[in-house]
């Protein structure tokens, strides 16, 4: 990622500077945040998806900088949610201030990015945008409401982690591209891209949840799979021939013994189902690679690519 | 309020259908929180604000719902804060489904108001209003960091209730007049008018919090002062030369027992500090009303003055 450094310290830098407030509190979650690192890949890709059109790279940066707030924003929520101690290795705002504090913080957060948009983006972009940020709500709540469900099918799967993820990747690219000028098939087919790449990127970050080593990650293991979120390893094991009974079986209890995670992790490692999952994640990044084929060939269309090769091989 | 059942019914069914969703959880918990009533005041605000200039019905009707939707987003929010297992009589969402929802649903209900915002408000609006939900979150934290604070002056309780309560106040009035095409000193005096009047309603509120029947206010007593979050009453009550130095003893513990609460209660109720504290809302109330005396005579400034006069001898 070496390549983007300079871009991504302007991103860093304008957070920074557009979320100043006159509380301590505020300025110190913010700034921890920030400096919590994050690969920053919806900025990035929205900055490169400008690229393919008649770009203002000030505006380009601006925008960019709100969907990193935005994604940070759902970040912080979703922390309260999870009750995760851990978000990228450090103590979650959440942690350390409370629930009380989280909520508004990311509220913050979401005003700023918010105020961003409404600054750069046209009537059609921004109406778009907040959809997105409609269903990533409605893909959190379905989550909960899909909760210690042993009958979830591939296709709830995927529209869960399509409303949760990759939209906003989706999203990220079509107002990069849209507000830089881009229309027709260059624009659908980078939006394309990024949904499909969007999705890979999940199924790989569910697949850590399981095989992930918490020092790279910043997570704990088996996040999801105490908190009874199913993912797709878990969902494919349920419909394992060999595995599935035993698999039902321990996960009815809900409440899951050190024992139990084991054993569930057993099974995840020889029943296949992580190369399953795997494959999975390629197939998405080969739809997305498929999307790039149609674009001009240009200086961000290599850097795109290299994004969407960093997605298979990834371990944070 | 019998004068108003119309509109608020039809900003009730509005909001209904704005929120439709496929997801049962989230239809369960906004219909909960519209059944739940409240006096939809930031809505009728900006609707008479609106007959002041070429006003459109169906325009405003539609940032009115925004409005509180935007205001319900924030009370679901501010619940995950609080703890509080009431609100206006019922059960809060986050009590019925846990914060992992409340969350969400309110981030929910905050995109489904942008979303009317976006529709029907000039940039120029919509930046102001943004704003204001700045705002918000930096009142909301700001209470949070002053909490069990007992040197709190009355200019930082001002403060703090300015942006919690009365900017929202304003900016109904605001926009609902500007996007009428109300400009200049009309316009001025409209924001200023809802401006003070949120100030007083959110001191009788606060005031509410000490004396107010349950059965009435829908909210358990004692709330705040539990939570540590110190309000006018109380902050007089600090400053008064009789029970002062008692109350920052008891205070002090941060725990309170039944009996400290009961001895809080009393020394509010014989130091006077409620006549005080309603002192202040009267005159908040007098200056909203010297801002209605700038306006043309119409008839929604009738019904403005009849809601301004609600704000003094209102019991819930």
Same mark, same amino acid.
């Given at each position: ?5 300079g871009?991504?310290e302007? #991103? ?6 557009h979320? *100043?407030?006159?509380? @301590? #509190? ?20 929205l ?21 990193e ?9 979703d922390d309260?949610?999870?009750?995760a /101690? ?6 979650t705002? !959440?942690?350390?201030?409370g629930?009380?504090?989280? +909520?508004f913080?990311? =509220?913050?957060?979401?005003t /700023? ?5 409404? =600054? ?10 907040n959809? +997105?940020?409609?269903? +990533?709500?409605?893909?959190e709540?379905?989550?909960?409401e899909?909760?210690?469900?042993l ?8 529209? /869960?982690?399509? /409303? ?6 989706? #999203?990220?690219?079509? #107002?990069?591209?849209?507000e ?9 087919h ?8 969007g999705m890979?990127f ?5 697949l &850590? =949840?399981?095989?992930?080593k918490e ?7 088996n !996040?999801d ?7 797709l390893?878990?969902? @494919? ?12 079986e321990?996960?009815e209890?809900?409440? &899951?013994?050190?024992?139990d995670?084991?054993?569930?992790q057993?099974?995840?490692?020889e029943?296949? +189902?992580?190369?399953?999952s ?7 990044v080969e739809r997305?690679?498929?999307n ?8 961000a ?14 371990? *944070?």
């Amino acid at each position: 990622m070496d390549r983007f450094t300079g871009t991504i310290e302007k #991103i860093n830098s304008l957070m920074s500077a557009h979320c *100043k407030s006159t509380s @301590l #509190i505020l300025d110190t979650a913010v700034q921890d945040l920030i400096e919590g690192g994050g690969k920053r890949l919806r900025p990035l890709v929205l900055i490169l998806a400008g690229r393919f059109g008649e770009y203002n790279e000030e505006k380009l940066l601006s925008m960019a900088t709100g969907i990193e707030l935005l994604h940070m924003a759902t970040l912080v929520h979703d922390d309260i949610i999870d009750e995760a /101690r851990l978000r990228r290795g450090r103590i979650t705002a !959440q942690e350390k201030f409370g629930n009380d504090v989280a +909520v508004f913080v990311g =509220d913050y957060l979401l005003t /700023r990015s918010y105020s961003l948009f409404i =600054d750069n983006l046209s009537q059609h972009s921004l109406l778009k945008l907040n959809k +997105v940020v409609k269903m +990533v709500c409605i893909g959190e709540i379905r989550q909960y409401e899909e909760k210690y469900n042993l009958d979830l099918s591939l296709l709830d799967y995927f529209k /869960r982690i399509r /409303r949760k993820t990759a939209l906003l990747f989706a #999203i990220s690219s079509y #107002i990069g591209a849209y507000e830089a000028g881009v229309r027709g098939k260059n624009l659908y087919h980078l939006y394309k891209f990024s949904l499909e790449m969007g999705m890979a990127f999940q199924i790989q970050d569910d697949l &850590l =949840d399981f095989i992930g080593k918490e020092d790279r990650t910043g997570k704990e293991n088996n !996040q999801d799979l105490t908190a009874g979120i199913y993912t797709l390893p878990l969902i @494919l094991l349920l419909r394992n021939e060999k595995y599935g009974q035993k698999t039902r079986e321990v996960l009815e209890k809900k409440d &899951l013994t050190i024992e139990d995670i084991a054993l569930i992790q057993e099974m995840i490692r020889e029943s296949g +189902v992580l190369d399953l999952s795997r494959g999975y994640a390629e197939r998405f990044v080969e739809r997305a690679r498929k999307n790039l084929a149609f674009l001009p060939d240009n200086v961000a269309k290599k850097d795109i690519e290299f994004i969407l090769n960093l997605q298979v091989q990834r371990q *944070k």
